[in-house]
Nanobody
Framework: QVQLVESGGGLVQAGGSLRLSCAAS????????MAWFRQAPGKEREFVAG????????EYADSVKGRFAISRDNAKNTVLLQMNSLKPEDTAVYYC????????????????WGQGTQVTVSS
């Protein structure tokens, strides 16, 4: 089992940037592909970005391509999500997630979830 703790959320104006961090503990971090999902009020949880075990493969939702970047540091057991050019529609709770597929892109491919961190983008 792996425990995931997110940090870095907050309130930012449209056009601004935030960097989310996820710290993992428990089983060997490099055994897991990692991802970020988000859930806005009244909406389903949706995929944002994913990264393979060694960081060689990344995937992004169309809505964030060119603005967000996912990365990981297996030596530090962390995964980051750099979010630039933020828009009000990016407002959501962001969840760090771990799975065993090459790059998890659906909720069903996730085995472990963090508690989430709120990101609010004001217009």
């Amino acid at each position: 089992q792996v425990q995931l703790v997110e940090s870095g959320g907050g309130l930012v104006q449209a056009g601004g940037s935030l960097r989310l961090s996820c710290a993992a503990s428990g089983r060997t971090f490099s055994n897991y592909a990692m991802a970020w999902f988000r859930q806005a009020p009244g909406k389903e949880r949706e995929f944002v970005a994913g990264i393979s075990r060694n960081g060689g493969v990344t995937e992004y939702a169309d809505s964030v391509k060119g603005r967000f970047a996912i990365s990981r540091d297996n030596a530090k057991n962390t995964v980051l999500l750099q979010m630039n050019s933020l828009k009000p529609e990016d407002t959501a709770v962001y969840y760090c997630a771990a799975g065993f597929t090459v790059v998890p892109v659906t909720v069903r491919q996730i085995n472990y979830w963090g508690q989430g961190t709120q990101v609010t983008v004001s217009s």
